[in-house]
């Protein structure tokens, strides 16, 4: 290792594990059950969340071994679609909408505002409660033998034609989405309101204000995803005909209910991930973000337009072509923001003092599969070519791109990144390094080839299909196995580290944000005294001269 | 653009050839595939260069090279490069888009009208002249084809990738989609909207025919009665034409040259008569009562299947002269083939389609 590489790595020599800290604070089972701590509250959102994770990653094993072959020869039919049914469902409702914001976003919204908690400690513990149930109700549907919907719970399918655990699993999400709701208002009344003294706006680190963003998005869109899943109910329960054409209702509303709700899903997904990467590139180039109230802006602006272009989710299903028109052009300013994004991260590196720690390697994937991912987004906004492009395998690797290339490296990021804070100690280096790379080759291996599918036309749901389609089938199931590998690593190493990694000290990054300038992991009240902002959110100058200071007075 | 077409022609035989392409097998497909190409290569452009940057600054300004960084506020000039260039690039792509969504959308006006009718888990498509197949479409080279289409359940969505044309079919209401096929062969047919158990078995084969082979497959196929006299009984068969009989003296109006025309409704609105509105019509007539009649007509909401108010509609659309060349020549011959409409009550009951 070069001497550069020490600047940044503990000095075990010195550093110590605190001897209080909100970990042994309190003890028992109940201390955690009943806490009020944000940041105990983040760990048991992280435990659970992995959890699901891997529930989900298996039902994608599971998919992908299906489509080894062309027939449906593993399973049958209706049992594959209740497998694509299950990932959808438990990846999108219990893994990426919380994945971010309910651990990272907890944790560090308050230390990042140098408040003591947030503002609303017994809702975000009930927040939490709310996301369990909601999980123990899907876990129950997939018990007693599944639900085959897909995660859109599409109508009049999912509302007349389906026998499986509908009303268990849409109980499920819809209780699940008061979790996001609350946590949403609960960073929104943080942010306004419990910032310290010195911390304006433009003080705020990204991180913070990618959150405040999707936390708009959580608390103005979950409310209608819920007013639809409370529709498919009553109709399947009651058959009240909202949606049923032969009692005078609309199929089509369903979807314009469903997709003003997940369309703006996916920028809660992805925005408190693009905060993540915002401060890992900060870091680890040791330079302020380029731009930074244009990134700020961006995200705001992305927050905005993304409840203006739900309709691209349905530019086959007849609606009208002037409508088309306008959504199909708001769909392209949307694009804009997020393009902004990736030139101010590419250029935060310039003039930099660079290395390459694992969040690094992890920002890195994230900007390249998002750059796909978002470049091929463009494709499905162009009118003409979403026709022939929409329901088939080119949107299957589109989402993944951004939302797992997006949000899952930025998840994984993110943790490495805070590892260290939130447990007090450091992960195996080298063995992270090899996680990183492992899934970012997985991962194209993975959905690369779903792009060529989509174009040649294999439509996604399908548990059968053309044998022609084989050879990228067989490819994109190889990516699988070697992206699966990719997050088992993390899983073991974090978890070996958790008793065996290095003290990781205060600050082991050397980073600005005011959770560095705490021990790790933090005591229970975060803060000793209320601290002071007094300098911008990556002023790299002030922490030189604070740590210079430091030296001083210990010397 | 400015390529050869020499060129252009050897790439996109390659490309088609290389199996990580579809056929072109529509009019349309060229054109979608000429925006696929430019977002291809915007992509590729784009990744590229944000691949160049990290890997440039990475190699540059690595700890080991610039041990110090240097704070940089930001840049307008560069920040509004990086804005307007994407925003103009994009605009392109919109306008580009939507101009080929335009075209896939609306049907020319003289096109060959078939239906088709999505249901769990079948297609089955409905000639004009009474040909009926199922997970199957045969259609003539060279011609516009409309397809006029209705699910009979839930949601399918009808795809020809090979065409690069793809249309949700859904409960409750007519969508249409055209093509023009240019090469005879067999192309595959997909149900592309998630609909239940056997979605993935929702698949079937467009059979592209030489006018001439189209003609004969017609007369091979033919079940005898076309769409129209098989509405035609219905029509008689269900006791339309007790009301709609014509007469001065009728109780409903007279649905001759109806379609096409607009309409005015008691409540003094102005309709125009569509597939979809004579539809309707026939389920839900409370809502749509002509002007100068009484709400007496009932609903055959629950009576009629989808592929019989097909029949009905065209039947409807045949009442007329100025309807289109295509359709007028197919539905008058075998109208004036039609057997004399039985007197209410002889009908046999099978006649009705459930
Ligand atoms: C090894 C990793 C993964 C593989 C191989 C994989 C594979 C797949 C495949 C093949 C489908 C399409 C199923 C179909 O349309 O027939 C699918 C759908 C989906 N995947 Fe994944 N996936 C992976 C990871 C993830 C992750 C990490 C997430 C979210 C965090 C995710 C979210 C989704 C969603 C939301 C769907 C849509 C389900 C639906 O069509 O209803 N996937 N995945
Ligand atoms: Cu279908």
């Avoid at chain 2, 309807?323 to 039609?338: F, G, H, K, M, N």
Wanted: glycine share 8%.
């Amino acid at each position: 290792m070069s001497a550069q590489t020490i600047v940044s790595l503990p000095d075990q020599s010195t550093a110590k594990m605190p001897k209080r800290h909100y970990i042994n604070n309190e003890h028992g089972l109940l201390s955690w059950l009943l806490t009020g701590d944000h940041k105990r509250i983040a760990i048991l959102y992280l435990i659970s969340i992995t959890f699901f994770f891997f529930i989900g990653g298996a039902f994608a094993g599971l998919i992908r071994l299906e489509l080894l072959t062309p027939q449906s020869d593993l399973v049958a039919a209706d049992t594959y679609n209740k497998f694509f049914t299950m990932h959808g469902i438990i990846m999108i409702f219990l893994f990426l909408v919380p994945s971010v914001p309910a651990t990272l976003g907890n944790f560090l919204i308050p230390i990042m505002l140098g408040a003591k908690d947030l503002a609303f400690p017994k809702i975000n513990l009930l927040s939490w409660y709310l996301y369990l149930a909601g999980g123990i109700f899907t876990l129950t549907a997939l018990v007693l033998g599944g639900v085959d919907t897909g995660w859109t719970f599409t109508t009049p399918l999912s509302t007349h034609y389906l026998n499986t655990h509908v009303i268990t699993t849409a109980l499920g999400i819809f209780v699940a989405g008061f979790s996001s709701i609350f946590t949403g208002l609960n960073f929104i009344v943080t942010i306004h309101r419990m910032r310290c003294p010195g911390m304006t706006w433009f003080k705020m680190p990204l991180f913070v204000w990618s959150h405040y963003a999707a936390s708009l998005l959580m608390v103005l869109g979950t409310p209608v995803l819920a007013i639809a899943l409370v529709l498919v109910l009553l109709e399947r329960l009651f058959g009240i005909g909202v949606f049923d054409p032969t009692k005078g209702g609309d199929p089509l509303l369903f979807q314009h209910l469903f997709w003003f709700y997940s369309h703006p899903a996916v920028y809660i997904m992805i925005l408190p991930g693009m905060g993540v990467i915002s401060e890992v590139i900060a870091t680890f180039s040791r330079k302020r973000v380029f731009g930074y109230s244009a990134v700020a802006f961006s995200s705001v602006a992305i927050a905005l337009f993304g409840f203006f272009v739900w309709e691209h989710h349905m530019f086959i299903m007849g609606v009208s072509n002037y409508s088309a028109l306008v959504f199909s052009l708001l769909t392209m300013l949307v694009a804009v923001p997020s393009a902004i994004k990736v030139f101010n991260w590419s250029f935060t590196l310039q003039k930099g003092s660079i290395t390459f720690e694992t969040p690094m390697l992890y920002a890195f994937a994230f900007i390249g599969l998002f750059t796909i991912g978002g470049l091929t987004g463009v494709f499905l906004g162009a009118l003409g070519m979403d026709i022939h492009l929409t329901e088939t395998y080119f949107i299957v690797a589109h989402f993944h791109y951004v939302m797992v290339g997006g949000m899952l490296m930025a998840f994984l990021a993110g943790i490495h990144f805070w590892w260290p804070k939130m447990t007090g100690r450091m992960y195996p280096e080298s063995l992270s390094k090899l996680s990183a790379v492992t899934s970012f080759i997985g991962f194209n291996l993975t959905f690369m080839p779903q792009f060529i599918l989509g174009y040649l036309g294999m439509p996604r749901r399908y548990a059968a299909y053309p044998p022609e389609f084989q050879v990228l089938n067989v490819l994109s199931t190889a990516g699988a196995t070697v992206l699966g590998v990719g997050f088992l690593l993390p899983l073991l190493y974090l978890g070996w580290s958790l008793k065996y990694g290095a003290i990781a000290g205060n600050n082991p990054w050397q980073a600005t944000g005011l959770e560095w300038q705490i021990q790790s992991p933090p005591p229970t009240e975060n803060f000793l005294e209320t601290p002071i902002m007094d300098h911008e959110a990556y002023d790299y100058e002030w922490l030189a001269n604070k740590t210079k200071h430091e030296v001083t007075t210990v010397g | 653009m400015g390529i050869s077409p020499v060129l252009w022609q050897f790439l996109t035989n390659w490309l088609h050839g290389s199996a990580l392409f579809p056929a072109e097998a529509s009019s349309i497909s060229p054109w979608v595939d000429a925006l696929y190409f430019f977002l291809l290569l915007m992509t590729v452009f784009g990744v590229v260069l944000v691949g160049a940057l990290l890997t440039f600054f990475s190699v540059r300004y690595r700890r080991e090279r610039s041990p110090v960084a240097t704070q940089v506020e930001g840049s307008t000039l560069l920040e509004a490069t990086w804005t307007i260039i994407p925003l103009a690039i994009f605009l392109l792509v919109f306008v580009w888009g939507a101009l080929l969504y335009f075209r896939i959308y609306n049907p020319p006006t003289n096109a060959l009208n078939i239906y088709v009718v999505g249901k769990q888990w079948m297609w089955k498509a409905e000639h004009p002249g009474g040909q009926h197949e199922i997970n199957a479409l045969h259609v003539p080279m060279g011609k516009p084809v409309q397809l006029t289409m209705i699910s009979q359940d839930v949601f399918h969505s009808f795809s020809i990738p090979d065409f690069r044309v793809k249309r949700e079919v859904i409960p409750g209401r007519y969508s249409t989609v055209w093509f023009e096929a240019t090469r005879p062969g067999t192309y595959h047919l997909f149900c592309t909207q998630y609909c239940g158990t056997q979605h993935s078995g929702m698949i079937g084969e467009v059979t592209v025919l030489t006018p001439v082979d189209y003609q004969k497959w017609l007369h091979e196929s033919t079940s005898g009665m076309s769409l129209a006299q098989n509405g035609e009984r219905l029509f008689a068969s269900m006791g339309c034409n007790q009301c709609h009989s014509g007469t001065a003296a009728a109780r409903g109006p007279n649905l001759a040259g109806v379609y096409g025309s607009k309409l005015t409704l008691t409540d003094g609105s102005q309709v125009l008569v569509t597939d979809a509105y004579l539809r309707d019509a026939i389920l839900s007539p409370s809502q749509h009562v002509t002007a100068g009649f009484a709400p007496i007509m009932p609903t055959y909401q629950g009576q009629i299947s989808e592929d019989g108010l097909i029949d009905l509609v065209e039947y409807i659309k045949g009442l007329q002269s100025n309807y289109r060349v295509q359709q007028t020549l197919v539905t008058s011959t075998s109208s004036d083939a039609a057997p004399k409409t039985p007197e209410p009550g002889t009908t046999t009951p099978e006649m009705v389609k459930p």
